[in-house]
């Protein structure tokens, strides 16, 4: 699981209503094939197929929303199933929240490109493609593939309406943090941020304060609270002052 958690994985810019749509077929019951075949039609207009026994820019990008909601790794399948049933009652706000969270545990890059985001904008206004690459390459490596990468996520941040695109060239300012009240939302999605780390484990100020969830104003919830709503994820004492949130083993 750490090698999954050092892998590029995700180089696609990923767009909000692709990933929704993904979802929704899941969970109207289609098998793998339609789903496929509905995702490749609904991509068709936008991005490049491949040839026959070539796999192009589509083809890529259908993998990875496949995989946020269906092709699931196997320790994601219970949170897997449990953000489907979160997508079917809240709002258009949470379910961002969301799809957010499921493709944060599936990639953990995206992760890491959101926290050190996330890490800058407590510090500025605003934030440059150059600054978030130079900390993902000292993470990732000094490859063509990360600075691809890191540029097609935060394009992807920026699409979701998470970002904008300044004036400058490369130059991202965030906009207003989106509140997420909802109890259910706010365990569910600091279980994610859990898989994506390579410890699995954080304090409990550190993790509902993490940068990796920039995007949102959560609600306060206590470490018993979060451990009563999410099953698969354990309190421990952490010093004199601090609880230790861990998944379970």
Do not use: C
């Not at 049933?85 to 890059?109: C, D, N, T």
């Amino acid at each position: 699981m750490q090698d999954r958690k050092l892998q590029v994985g995700i180089d696609r810019i990923i767009q909000l209503s692709w990933l929704e749509r993904t979802a929704f077929l899941v969970m109207a019951g289609n098998d793998k094939e339609t789903i496929e075949d509905s995702l490749q039609d609904l991509l068709k207009d936008r991005l490049a197929g491949g040839r026959k026994g070539v796999r192009a820019s589509r083809e890529k990008t259908i993998t990875v929303l496949m995989k946020v909601w269906l092709n699931v790794p196997d320790h994601l399948k219970d949170l897997q199933v449990d953000g489907l049933r979160l997508l079917q009652k809240v709002s258009k706000a949470e379910s961002l929240a969301v799809h957010w969270g499921m493709i944060m545990a599936v990639y953990p890059f995206w992760f890491s490109v959101a926290a050190h985001t996330g890490r800058l904008l407590q510090l500025q206004e605003s934030v440059t493609n150059a600054q978030i690459e130079r900390r993902m390459k000292e993470q990732y490596g000094d490859r063509q593939t990360v600075t691809r990468s890191t540029q097609r996520a935060l394009r992807s941040f920026t699409d979701w309406g998470l970002l904008t695109l300044t004036k400058g060239k490369g130059i991202y300012s965030q906009k207003n943090a989106i509140t997420i009240q909802n109890p259910d939302v706010v365990a569910w999605l600091l279980e994610t941020s859990l898989h994506a780390r390579f410890k699995g484990s954080a304090p409990f100020p550190e993790l509902i304060n993490a940068p990796s969830l920039f995007p949102f104003q959560l609600t306060h919830i206590s470490p018993i609270q979060l451990t009563s709503l999410s099953p698969r994820l354990e309190r421990l004492r952490h010093g004199l002052d601090d609880d230790l949130i861990e998944l379970m083993k």
